[in-house]
């Protein structure tokens, strides 16, 4: 047995409010709890996304009857809410700006809208970025010039990693997290995740090459912070026939990183840096005292949706044989979960933006 403190993800889609069919603050936290994940971060493309006062009260409010672990909500960048954002700051995991794929509330059609975000968003709160590939440079220039932190999501490319790499050789504050899907998975695997339905292979960014999967190992010094990008959506969305883009992810993260471990890929070290300490440090999480994950190292199973908490009913890891299981996660002196049942009520997370 080994004991971890609580992984902090720093990407999470709760869906609520607004899409409850697909998951909502009870059943992604109790999916986080089952991942030994102790405190997420909640992303604001919900429905309506999160973007002023009244929304971010509305999630918050819905995360407070319901979270079972801690949490906080993220604000995202629209075309007219620059001047209103800082002042929601103090009670916001961050702000998110969707610098490419847009949508609703959240577009940005042009760097004219992302000025303003960066001028005035406090600089001492967590700015994250969605920006693939050549837009993710313009985002590094953007923290140049700016002379501020910015936080690239779900990094999936070599040409991302090795620019990152050179813009913090050159002291540019740029840091990044990388998704398990995007470490174990590649192209070649979607037909095998699709199982004749295409949709189930659909994710943003796509699934890369195996070269890319290979120069995100190499340079896992480079990469701040693990995060799963749990994006559920059902099944009977993702075998449609406009299948939305995400992979649930909270309950596989850690399994999949101590089989890593197991594999000789990785070291428990890398995934307290990565899944705790950097998190803690770049969102500004406080630390939560009397909490602690239990992982028995040496069980070996396969991962199926079927044992899973997440209101999504799939995994793209179906099948997959992994070596690490949750026992027992302690969350504030309180025993949260253990052996495949919850010990604490929805309600019981607290925001880690209010303690
Ligand atoms: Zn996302």
């Known amino acids: 047995m080994i004991r971890l403190p609580g992984l902090i993800d720093p990407h999470v889609h709760v869906r609520e409010?607004?899409?409850?069919?697909?998951?909502?603050?009870?059943?992604?936290?109790?999916?986080?709890l089952a991942g030994g994940v102790t405190a997420i971060l909640a992303m604001p493309n919900t429905k309506p996304p999160i973007f002023n006062?009244?929304?971010?009260?509305?999630?918050?409010?819905?995360?407070?009857?319901?979270?079972?672990?801690?949490?906080?909500?993220?604000?995202?960048?629209?075309?007219?809410?620059?001047?209103?954002?800082?002042?929601?700051?103090?009670?916001?995991?961050?702000?998110?700006?969707?610098?490419?794929?847009?949508?609703?509330?959240?577009?940005?059609n042009d760097m004219?809208?992302?000025?303003?975000?960066?001028?005035?968003?406090?600089?001492?709160?967590p700015i994250v970025l969605h920006?693939?590939?050549?837009?993710?440079?313009?985002?590094?220039?953007?923290a140049a010039i700016y002379d501020r932190p910015v936080h690239i999501a779900h990094i999936s490319l070599r040409e991302e990693v090795l620019l990152i790499k050179a813009a913090k050789e050159r002291g540019i504050k740029v840091t990044c997290e990388v998704c398990p899907h995007h470490l174990f998975l590649t192209r070649d695997d979607i037909p095998a995740i699709s199982h004749g339905h295409p949709g189930r292979g659909e994710?943003?960014?796509?699934?890369?090459?195996?070269?890319?999967?290979?120069?995100?190992?190499?340079?896992?010094d480079v990469i701040d912070c693990f995060a799963t990008d749990h994006a559920p959506h059902t099944i009977e969305e993702k075998d449609s026939d406009s299948p939305p883009p995400g992979f649930p992810g909270l309950?596989?993260?850690?399994?999949?990183?101590?089989?890593?471990?197991?594999?000789?890929?990785?070291?428990m070290d890398y995934i307290i840096e990565k899944s705790v300490i950097n998190p803690r440090r770049i969102f500004d999480i406080p630390e939560q005292p009397e909490t602690w994950?239990?992982?028995?190292?040496?069980?070996?199973?396969?991962?199926?949706?079927?044992?899973?908490?997440?209101r999504c009913g799939w995994t793209p890891f179906e099948g997959w044989k992994v070596k690490g299981k949750v026992t027992k996660v302690v969350l504030r002196g309180k025993t949260a979960f253990q052996d495949g049942k919850f010990f604490v009520e929805p309600g019981y997370g607290r925001d880690i933006r209010k303690s």
């Open 203 to 220: 994710v943003r960014p796509r699934l890369a090459t195996r070269e890319d999967v290979k120069a995100l190992w190499q340079n896992l």
């Open 112 to 125: 004219t809208l992302w000025q303003p975000h960066f001028e005035k968003y406090p600089k001492d709160r």
């Open 251 to 267: 309950e596989t993260l850690l399994p999949l990183l101590l089989s890593a471990v197991d594999h000789r890929q990785l070291t």
């Open 131 to 142: 920006a693939e590939s050549r837009t993710m440079a313009a985002g590094i220039l953007f």
């Open 17 to 32: 409010p607004g899409q409850t069919h697909k998951e909502n603050w009870d059943t992604a936290t109790q999916a986080a």
């Open 293 to 310: 994950v239990e992982v028995d190292e040496q069980v070996e199973y396969e991962i199926h949706a079927a044992d899973q908490f997440t």
């Open 53 to 108: 006062n009244s929304t971010l009260d509305l999630a918050l409010e819905a995360a407070r009857q319901k979270a079972r672990c801690d949490y906080a909500q993220f604000v995202g960048a629209g075309p007219d809410n620059a001047d209103i954002l800082p002042s929601l700051a103090p009670k916001a995991a961050g702000l998110k700006m969707y610098l490419d794929s847009t949508f609703g509330e959240l577009r940005l």
